[in-house]
T-cell receptor, first 116, second 116 residues
Framework: ETGVTQTPRHLVMGMTNKKSLKCEQH?????MYWYKQSAKKPLELMFV???????ENNSVPSRFSPECPNSSHLFLHLHTLQPEDSALYLC???????????????FGQGTRLTVV | KQEVTQIPAALSVPEGENLVLNCSFT??????LQWFRQDPGKGLTSLLL?????REQTSGRLNASLDKSSGRSTLYIAASQPGDSATYLC???????????????FGQGTELSVKP
């Protein structure tokens, strides 16, 4: 148990569906992240939120839409996805100390997404 | 652009052997470096975090070193066990600008197999 919980653990969706991934952290951190992990590729950063504000969008297609209603929750809304979007989506959190450094990052167990 | 490389991509050793995993990065202007472990289909488990002012960290049978000037880190695993079999990931924190908080840049990982 890392203190970061993701739901659902597995998701199968059609290309015309709309679904959402949820992440919740119980660590009191002020920064949250979405990463994508595809087979045989390094983890790719998608979005960064600091103090509930999005501070980075790593050229992610608009069919992925993040939402951060508060510092403990992060969502990733999905619509009209493509089969190549099938991957493991990981959420992480850390504490931005405002000194140019973050504390240790903790990851959730991920959501395995399959687009059919 | 920060790039992180891990060598070797895969490693198979007999139980009891001491081993070293390597990580190199192109931009020495990092803040922290973190080593993770990932079991198949699972999320990431943090192993060690090395602050930029530190040269090494130890946890049990694990020892991680950091040499910023040469852009290298190593993870040393002593007396390896079958339960150590997993993918090991190295990640560096990007240099922070305007107090936006750091982001982790990952290598592709080293897949370790420890044979009984």
């Amino acid at each position: 148990e890392t203190g970061v919980t993701q739901t659902p653990r597995h998701l199968v969706m059609g290309m015309t569906n709309k679904k959402s991934l949820k992440c919740e952290q119980h660590l009191g951190h002020n920064a949250m992240y979405w990463y994508k992990q595809s087979a045989k590729k390094p983890l790719e950063l998608m979005f960064v939120y600091n103090f509930k504000e999005q501070t980075e969008n790593n050229s992610v297609p608009s069919r992925f839409s993040p939402e951060c209603p508060n510092s403990s929750h992060l969502f990733l809304h999905l619509h009209t996805l493509q089969p190549e979007d099938s991957a493991l989506y990981l959420c992480a959190s850390s504490q931005n100390q405002g000194t140019g450094s973050d504390t240790e990052a903790f990851f959730g167990q991920g959501t395995r997404l399959t687009v059919v | 652009k920060q790039e992180v490389t891990q060598i070797p991509a895969a490693l198979s050793v007999p139980e009891g052997e001491n081993l070293v995993l390597n990580c190199s990065f192109t931009d020495s202007a990092i803040y922290n470096l973190q080593w993770f472990r990932q079991d198949p289909g699972k999320g990431l488990t943090s192993l060690l975090l090395i602050q930029s002012s530190q040269r090494e960290q130890t946890s049990g049978r694990l020892n991680a070193s950091l040499d910023k000037s040469s852009g290298r880190s190593t993870l040393y695993i002593a007396a390896s066990q079958p339960g150590d079999s997993a993918t090991y990931l190295c990640a560096v924190y990007r240099r922070v600008i305007y107090n936006q908080g750091g982001k982790l840049i990952f290598g592709q990982g080293t897949e370790l197999s420890v044979k009984p």
